[in-house]
């Protein structure tokens, strides 16, 4: 069924918010071009946000549906203009009805940098639009921070809690006892410990390929701008230098191996001191850094996608998981610290234990 067959319904069909959305675009400026029948779903993601395409002019914008009570845009346009001032390329806000949760948006195109390392690349193609998305990194870790919330420890403790909750408990069927409990609260205070000791940015916390958008190819189609466009930036915080980067580098949902992740940390970390960014002068430092935010990011995210599985009915969020696990064990198998947590997926994994710590 397609968005006007949707529509037409009326209040009383399957969805009377579409209904709202499209009497909506009808009323805004005939200036705009709009035309409302075209309204169709462009994508969705793991909140209550819904978006849709609508053709306007020559091209088409992006409507996002943010339903008031349940999401609130004000964060998207705060946090979009702070990034625009520093030079990442977001979307332009065309209207908007923070009330109704309706903001009409520039369209940044159909291929996000997952959907184009699916497709048929290059090693030479895959480069150059990595070393795109470092610039903008270090771009958006220039940006203002005014009104973000601060990453403090109770928060970062509280994201932590979902791996226990969520990952061991429900997706391992395997609540941990009070000594293994014990244990995981130590590696979790030496984790928060160390990340809050680096200097604060601001972090759009889900950094990756979903959310960066593939712009400028003139071979797939109409070039939609400076690459990447960044999206669902709605997050964002102030936090660790490293954790965007980690973001970025062990990515969810298309695996990089160690070789890869370096060579690009280390162009991240040569751009970042030109910038004059507060990261440190020798790179076995950011390193150590970066997989430390990593793990910390890595365990936080395995409990959210048990969650979106196992509560919101979401399944293919366990698609990801083995990846996930595995950006968890480079790090946790490379560092003595993190001998009770190797030991605690061992356990939960049903694995003999094998590991060769390095620090």
Same mark, same amino acid.
């Given at each position: 069924?397609?968005?006007?067959? =949707?529509?037409?319904?009326?209040?009383?069909?399957?969805?009377?918010?579409?209904?709202?959305?499209?009497?909506?675009?009808?009323?805004?400026?005939?200036?705009?071009?709009?035309?409302?029948?075209?309204?169709? /779903?462009?994508?969705?993601?793991?909140?209550?946000?819904?978006?849709?395409? +609508?053709?306007?002019?020559?091209?088409?914008? +992006?409507?996002?549906?943010?339903?008031?009570?349940?999401?609130?845009?004000?964060?998207?346009?705060?946090?979009?203009?702070?990034?625009?001032?520093?030079?990442?390329?977001?979307?332009?806000?065309?209207?908007?009805? +923070?009330?109704?949760?309706?903001?009409?948006?520039?369209?940044?195109?159909?291929?996000?940098?997952?959907?184009?390392?699916?497709?048929?690349?290059?090693?030479?193609?895959?480069?150059?639009?990595?070393?795109?998305?470092?610039?903008?990194?270090?771009?958006?870790?220039?940006?203002?921070?005014?009104?973000?919330?601060?990453?403090?420890?109770?928060?970062?403790?509280?994201?932590?809690?979902?791996?226990?909750?969520?990952?061991?408990?429900?997706?391992?069927?395997?609540?941990?006892?009070?000594?293994?409990?014990?244990?995981?609260?130590?590696?979790?205070?030496?984790?928060?410990?160390?990340?809050?000791?680096?200097?604060? @940015?601001?972090?759009?916390?889900?950094?990756?390929? /979903?959310?960066?958008?593939?712009?400028?190819?003139?071979?797939?189609?109409?070039?939609?701008?400076?690459?990447?466009?960044?999206?669902?930036?709605? =997050?964002?915080?102030?936090?660790?230098?490293?954790?965007?980067?980690?973001?970025?580098?062990?990515?969810?949902?298309?695996?990089?191996?160690?070789?890869?992740?370096?060579?690009?940390?280390?162009?991240?970390?040569?751009?970042?001191?030109?910038?004059?960014?507060? +990261?440190?002068?020798?790179?076995?430092?950011?390193?150590?850094?970066?997989?430390?935010?990593?793990?910390?990011?890595?365990?936080?995210?395995?409990?959210?996608?048990?969650?979106?599985?196992?509560?919101?009915?979401?399944?293919?969020?366990?698609?990801?998981?083995?990846?996930?696990?595995?950006?968890?064990?480079? @790090?946790?198998?490379?560092?003595?610290?993190?001998?009770?947590?190797?030991?605690?997926?061992?356990?939960?994994?049903?694995?003999?234990?094998?590991?060769?710590?390095?620090?």
């Amino acid at each position: 069924m397609n968005a006007t067959t =949707d529509l037409a319904a009326g209040p009383s069909g399957a969805d009377a918010r579409l209904a709202q959305l499209s009497g909506w675009i009808s009323g805004l400026p005939a200036a705009l071009e709009l035309n409302p029948a075209s309204l169709r /779903p462009a994508s969705s993601d793991a909140s209550f946000r819904r978006y849709f395409r +609508v053709e306007m002019g020559a091209g088409t914008a +992006v409507v996002m549906d943010a339903p008031p009570g349940k999401e609130d845009c004000r964060p998207f346009l705060h946090v979009a203009g702070l990034l625009r001032d520093a030079g990442v390329h977001v979307p332009a806000v065309l209207a908007q009805d +923070v009330d109704q949760g309706f903001l009409l948006l520039s369209d940044l195109g159909f291929t996000t940098y997952l959907d184009y390392l699916r497709g048929q690349t290059t090693p030479h193609d895959i480069h150059r639009i990595y070393m795109d998305a470092l610039a903008s990194l270090v771009k958006l870790q220039q940006s203002a921070t005014t009104g973000l919330a601060r990453y403090d420890k109770p928060r970062l403790i509280a994201e932590l809690e979902l791996f226990p909750e969520w990952y061991a408990a429900r997706y391992c069927d395997r609540p941990l006892d009070p000594p293994e409990r014990d244990a995981l609260n130590g590696v979790f205070e030496a984790l928060v410990d160390a990340n809050l000791a680096q200097p604060f @940015v601001l972090v759009h916390r889900d950094y990756h390929s /979903p959310n960066l958008m593939a712009t400028d190819l003139p071979k797939e189609g109409p070039n939609y701008g400076p690459n990447p466009g960044v999206i669902d930036f709605q =997050d964002a915080v102030v936090g660790p230098i490293t954790y965007d980067l980690a973001s970025v580098l062990m990515d969810a949902r298309f695996t990089w191996d160690e070789p890869q992740q370096l060579d690009w940390a280390i162009r991240y970390w040569e751009m970042a001191r030109k910038a004059g960014l507060p +990261v440190p002068d020798d790179f076995a430092e950011l390193h150590r850094a970066y997989e430390w935010m990593g793990l910390q990011r890595n365990l936080r995210i395995l409990g959210v996608f048990a969650r979106l599985a196992h509560r919101d009915g979401k399944r293919h969020y366990l698609d990801h998981i083995p990846r996930v696990n595995a950006y968890v064990r480079q @790090v946790a198998e490379r560092y003595l610290a993190f001998k009770p947590l190797t030991k605690l997926l061992d356990k939960l994994e049903g694995r003999q234990a094998a590991v060769g710590y390095t620090f």
